[in-house]
């Protein structure tokens, strides 16, 4: 009898990881016939590898803002320390490498550098609670930012030379090639990045974060973000649960960021300021904190918003600030919340529905 | 003296964090929530300010009064409108995420009226400035105006908060929201005026940033909005003294460390300081320990 029902649990949460796993291919299918066919307009393509960066940026977040239940505003600062990391490697290794293997290699990297500065970055700051903590997270992130914009590194015959001053300070031989050029980034970084291997990204993030959720340490965790005095009165350890989880944040930040650098031709780092956290951040929340699906569709969503808006030319960020304040207002205001359910219990099939729609 | 030179610009733009700080110390302490657009409103008084000069051609005195009359109505709008009906959802986050939506809203609108080129803008302090020391130390009429109006600012606060009917309402609701309401206080109505307190603050902190670094852009209050909260958490949020203190830290740390260490590093070293402070002492230098309960 019981062990049914744990197969019946068991079962759907296998379902529901499935169903997930299928939006994502219905929609790298759909996408690709509206290519092929002619459908999509140039601009919208060139979204589709920023949509999977997004995309991986906001489902490794909700790891760590709906799973953790801690705000974190710094994550675009482990995505800069994998796009640059990553870019670094890719430039060094340049063709001695096949295009594959080191494409492989530029992925681990910027996981294995970010998800070490998560760890790096977590311990001291994962004291720290609320508001508190997203500060830190906040300033953490802008330091990241602030470091790599004076940071010069060139290499020649003799090896690496760094440099925190300037371009002439690296004393490089004629030969030696400059890498990472302070506030001007790094560029001649190839273009490995794609869609296909975008959704491939995508599709491994979701493994790798749905099955820690629904894993032993997942639960511990999640029990720790309820209610963290019972859980460590059980003999959880709660600070290294949370540190796992923001150190696997991390480092799937790192690859959003990996394939963000490996998309374009000049890296810098205007893109990875508060701004891209708050923006990844926007994504957990508008779709649902804890609900790795809903950032999905919040994240492709808002990231085509501006293109598709793109008619009302210089009216579109303002039309965005007004959907984002109505859709939240709607999704979160408890008027707005009763006046919804009232609407949908006079629809016919609509009191289902609204009964229905619990988060687990 | 290039020291003392750089001490004082310190302090002169530590007084402006300390001034966007306190307000958002108040509106913190009391709504508890982090009102991302409060950087937004000094940018507004700066525009307001701006247009009241060039085009109405005012006074300046009282251009800042209709400033601070429209960021105090615009504030009271935004916390009524946008933040009210979330009050209640219960996750704290939602209010946070809708602040930032009027963030980018506030941003736009200043765009599409006044594009996103930097307006010059016009110092409305006329005093002459002092120098001291034969002349080794100068400091501008703005500077004295900006530490002054800081000083002012804050023992009025001070008063207001500990002395008035309204302001021991504000530190009852800050304490205990139910509590207060069921003493009689009307809670709407005291969130409402911390946040027409905050936004006129931000009014004038907006002018006095712009008189001394005098360029508009509708971008101008983002950073010190984000910088003054900085200043409000490592003085301890909720406490005004501390927001005032930490914000002239802020202000002298930024400045020194740019001349001294690298101008691109100085943010870094602001925020590596505050880092440091949290860790040593999480709830900030004047904040209360709350103790956890089970």
Redo the contacts between chains.
């Keep these: 009898m019981n062990t049914d029902i744990v197969k019946k649990i068991k079962n759907r949460r296998l379902r529901s990881k499935l169903i997930t796993y299928l939006i994502v291919i219905v929609f790298y299918v759909v996408v690709q016939i509206l290519i092929n066919t002619g459908n999509l307009s140039s601009l919208l393509t060139g979204l589709l590898v920023p949509i999977c960066v997004y995309v991986i940026a906001a489902v490794s977040l909700n790891l760590v803002?709906g799973i953790s239940g801690e705000?974190s505003l710094g994550h675009a600062g482990f995505m800069c320390v994998g796009a640059y990391t990553s870019a670094f490697l890719s430039n060094v290794v340049g063709s001695a490498l096949p295009e594959t293997l080191r494409f492989i290699l530029a992925i681990l990297t910027g996981a294995v550098f970010a998800g070490l500065f998560g760890l790096l970055i977590g311990i001291?700051?994962l004291?720290?609670?609320?508001?508190?903590l997203?500060?830190?997270t906040?300033?953490?992130g802008?330091?990241i930012k602030?470091?790599m914009?004076?940071v010069y590194v060139g290499i020649d015959s003799k090896g690496l030379h760094v440099s925190?001053t300037s371009a002439m300070d690296l004393h490089l031989e004629p030969t030696g090639k400059q890498i990472i050029k302070g506030?001007l980034g790094i560029s001649g970084t190839p273009k490995n990045s794609n869609f296909t291997i975008g959704v491939i990204l995508i599709l491994l993030t979701l493994f790798i974060v749905q099955n820690l959720i629904d894993s032993r340490s997942g639960r511990a965790v999640m029990a720790a973000r309820d209610n963290r005095?019972a859980a460590e009165s059980i003999g959880i350890p709660v600070t290294k649960f949370k540190l796992l989880a923001f150190a696997v944040s991390a480092a799937l930040a790192g690859v959003a960021g990996v394939l963000y650098s490996h998309n374009l031709a000049t890296l810098n780092t205007k893109k990875f300021d508060?701004n891209t956290s708050?923006l990844v951040?926007?994504f957990v929340?508008?779709g649902g904190?804890g609900n790795i699906r809903g950032s999905m569709i919040a994240a492709v969503i808002l990231t085509a918003l501006p293109e598709m808006l793109r008619f009302l030319s210089?009216?579109r960020?303002?039309i965005?600030?007004?959907v984002?304040?109505v859709m939240?207002?709607f999704?979160?205001?408890?008027?707005?919340r009763e006046w919804r359910e009232r609407v949908l219990s006079r629809l016919p099939f609509g009191r289902r529905k609204a009964v229905g729609k619990e988060e687990v | 003296m290039s020291f003392l030179t750089y001490l004082k610009d310190g302090i002169s733009l530590g007084s402006v964090y300390a001034i966007i700080a306190l307000g958002y110390t108040m509106v913190y302490g009391i709504a508890k929530m982090l009102n991302f657009a409060h950087g937004d409103v000094i940018m507004v008084g700066a525009y307001v300010v701006l247009m009241m000069i060039t085009r109405a051609g005012l006074h300046p005195l009282l251009a800042v009064l209709i400033a601070m009359a429209a960021c105090t109505v615009l504030g009271m709008t935004i916390e009524m409108v946008a933040y009210r009906p979330l009050r209640k959802a219960g996750s704290p986050l939602a209010v946070l995420i809708t602040a930032i939506g009027v963030s980018y809203l506030l941003q736009n609108i200043a765009l599409l009226m006044f594009g996103a080129d930097g307006k010059t803008f016009i110092n409305v302090v006329s005093l002459p400035s002092l120098s001291l020391f034969d002349g080794g130390l100068v400091i501008s009429g703005t500077t004295i105006v900006t530490i002054l109006a800081n000083i002012i600012i804050m023992i009025c606060l001070t008063l207001f908060v500990k002395k008035t009917k309204q302001g021991r309402a504000m530190q009852a609701v800050s304490e205990d929201r139910d509590a207060a309401q069921l003493m009689g206080i009307n809670v709407n109505g005291t969130i409402s005026l911390t946040f027409a307190i905050g936004s006129a603050l931000a009014a004038i902190a907006g002018v006095l940033l712009c008189s001394a670094y005098p360029v508009v852009t509708p971008y101008t209050g983002a950073m010190p909005g984000i910088k003054a909260f900085v200043a409000a958490v490592f003085g301890g949020i909720g406490s005004i003294p501390g927001a005032m203190l930490g914000g002239i830290l802020l202000g002298v740390i930024e400045i020194l460390g740019r001349a001294y260490i690298s101008s691109q590093v100085a943010d870094a070293i602001v925020f590596g300081v505050l880092i440091i402070v949290l860790l040593v002492k999480p709830s900030g230098l004047f904040g209360k320990n709350v103790q956890e309960k089970v």
């Design positions: 803002v705000l001291p700051v004291r720290l609670k609320g508001d508190y997203a500060i830190v906040l300033a953490f802008e330091i602030n470091l914009n004076v925190t506030a005095i508060y708050i951040l926007v929340v508008l904190i210089n009216y960020m303002l965005y600030a007004i984002l304040i939240m207002l999704n979160w205001a408890p008027a707005a």
